[in-house]
């Protein structure tokens, strides 16, 4: 590259290009890195001198942007003039599931990859490298290159003016964490056959991360390995979700199971935590993907194997529902239900996949009336999740069902029973015997979670139900 300054394109200014450009733009202040995106609001969002108010809520991000943003780190609306001046340019858009057409529910929808392979073939110049940083299904940089490669190609006889090569650099942050994800990765995954190309990435990470944590591999080891390890990370969760309903009805308890399981060095203690179910815009959507390109290839049974996983996670959260259901006389009609967190896991303000959704959807339909409260959630994403849940079920749906309540102790008054869906930190201390004062008789709590003191909850006067607890 000979270039004075490596400059960096992401296309993608979500909840993965935000912060990783903001965590490489604070490690290498030599960089100039440019994040943009076709929604002009997301732009301006994270382009408010206000840094409470950036589009992306993660602990560490907003110092990070106040840092950065501005030196190095830029957020603009100019797509092809930041590709045209870049040397790298990363592809974070979003790969939602595929609602209609081949590969309906499971096969990723690629139009947007797609149509960035294209501006970027169109208005780049000179040598580009093109890094998949976006979770895509095996064979994707095949894709890619096809449609790069067609515009390098475009004046025959003459010498290429654009050249590309494609990377894939998964990126493995969970939500909550991101900061502390990217700033002490376990590894850092670069697949590509260019080695000059995969070495120019290597040392930029090479400014914070151990050369013995970054691996290279080939392309398609590389895309695999991503979709590998989270569809593992799943089906832990669905394993431990599966006996959570075991301990309930032998009257074992999922958290001795837990640890006595985990604390074998072979197995591991980590996402061996019983809830709800897994939520969040990757594990589904990477695990049906997978489900997908196994029966591609006519490995059924592989393909069965994995799709039972989200099968699991379906189920714990209707038989949560049910349970609620249950325990409240078989009836929910005219009953107010406390729903305490939105989000699909604490410390972030996505709702996406959350178990939430499905919960509070399949209580309103049959009549509760709902008082939400997240820290960190809007009233307008819960509504169109639960409006998009009906409407896709065919099911209608009532505004008189839902409320939202900034104060905790407000939320719960006069309720039939308190449903903890997020381990926010907030509920895990709660103040029982006012709480059961304001509530109505005989009033539950469901713990979903296991954040909850069952004593203090129990000697307030109020029935509990915990997940994977037979009490
Ligand atoms: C996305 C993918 O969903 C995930 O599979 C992958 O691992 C990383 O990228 P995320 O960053 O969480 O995850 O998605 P999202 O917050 O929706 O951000 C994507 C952004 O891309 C949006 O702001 C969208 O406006 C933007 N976009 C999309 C473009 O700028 N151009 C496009 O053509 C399409
Ligand atoms: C995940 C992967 O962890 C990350 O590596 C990848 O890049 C993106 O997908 P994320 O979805 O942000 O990250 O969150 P994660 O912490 O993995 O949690 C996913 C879901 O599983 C949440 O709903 C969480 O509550 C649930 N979970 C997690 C459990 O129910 N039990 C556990 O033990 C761990």
């Not at 029966?295 to 069965?304: C, E, F």
């Amino acid at each position: 590259m000979n270039k004075q300054q490596i400059k960096i394109c992401c296309i993608g200014a979500g909840y993965v290009g935000g912060p990783t450009m903001a965590v490489i733009a604070d490690k290498c202040k030599n960089l100039i890195i440019k994040v943009v995106d076709i929604n002009q609001k997301r732009i301006d969002d994270w382009n408010n001198e206000d840094l409470s108010c950036l589009p992306v809520f993660e602990p560490g991000l907003a110092e990070i942007v106040g840092r950065t943003r501005n030196k190095n780190l830029f957020f603009t609306s100019k797509i092809e003039e930041s590709i045209m001046e870049s040397d790298i340019v990363f592809m974070s858009v979003n790969t939602p599931i595929k609602q209609k057409g081949i590969g309906a529910g499971k096969a990723s929808d690629l139009r947007w990859v797609e149509s960035s392979a294209r501006q970027i073939a169109s208005a780049s110049v000179g040598h580009t490298i093109v890094v998949e940083k976006s979770t895509l299904p095996v064979k994707t940089a095949y894709t890619i290159k096809n449609i790069l490669n067609s515009y390098s190609n475009n004046e025959s006889g003459k010498t290429p003016k654009k050249t590309f090569s494609v990377l894939s650099n998964p990126e493995f942050l969970a939500e909550g964490t991101a900061i502390n994800d990217l700033l002490f990765p376990d590894r850092v995954l670069i697949g590509g056959d260019n080695t000059k190309a995969i070495n120019l990435l290597r040392d930029i990470y090479l400014n914070w991360v151990p050369a013995e944590k970054i691996i290279s591999t080939n392309l398609w080891s590389s895309e695999l390995s991503k979709l590998t390890a989270n569809a593992f990370l799943a089906q832990r969760i669905s394993s431990i979700n599966s006996i959570s309903a075991v301990c309930e009805v032998t009257g074992a308890d999922i958290h001795e199971v837990s640890k006595a399981v985990g604390t074998d060095t072979r197995i591991g203690a980590k996402f061996l935590h019983p809830g709800p179910g897994f939520g969040g815009s990757c594990f589904k959507k990477d695990i049906l993907n997978l489900v997908y390109l196994c029966n591609y290839y006519g490995l059924d049974q592989v393909a069965n194997f994995w799709e039972e996983v989200v099968k699991i996670n379906d189920w714990q959260k209707d038989r949560i529902y049910k349970i609620i259901v249950e325990k409240l006389f078989g009836n929910l009609a005219n009953k107010k239900l406390s729903i305490l967190g939105f989000a699909f896991k604490a410390n972030t303000n996505d709702t996406r996949e959350s178990p939430a959704i499905s919960i509070c959807a399949d209580l309103i339909n049959e009549g509760a009336k709902l008082v939400i409260h997240d820290p960190k959630v809007d009233e307008e994403s819960i509504i169109g999740d639960i409006k998009n849940y009906l409407r896709n079920k065919n099911l209608p749906f009532y505004d008189c069902g839902l409320e939202f309540e900034k104060d905790i102790y407000n939320s719960v008054e006069e309720s039939d029973a308190i449903i903890i869906l997020t381990e926010w930190e907030d509920y895990s201390n709660l103040n029982w015997q006012k709480i059961s004062r304001s509530m109505r008789k005989p009033g539950w709590v469901f713990d979903t979670r296991n954040i909850i003191q069952i004593e203090k909850v129990k000697s307030s006067g109020l029935n509990i139900w915990c997940l994977g607890v037979g009490i």
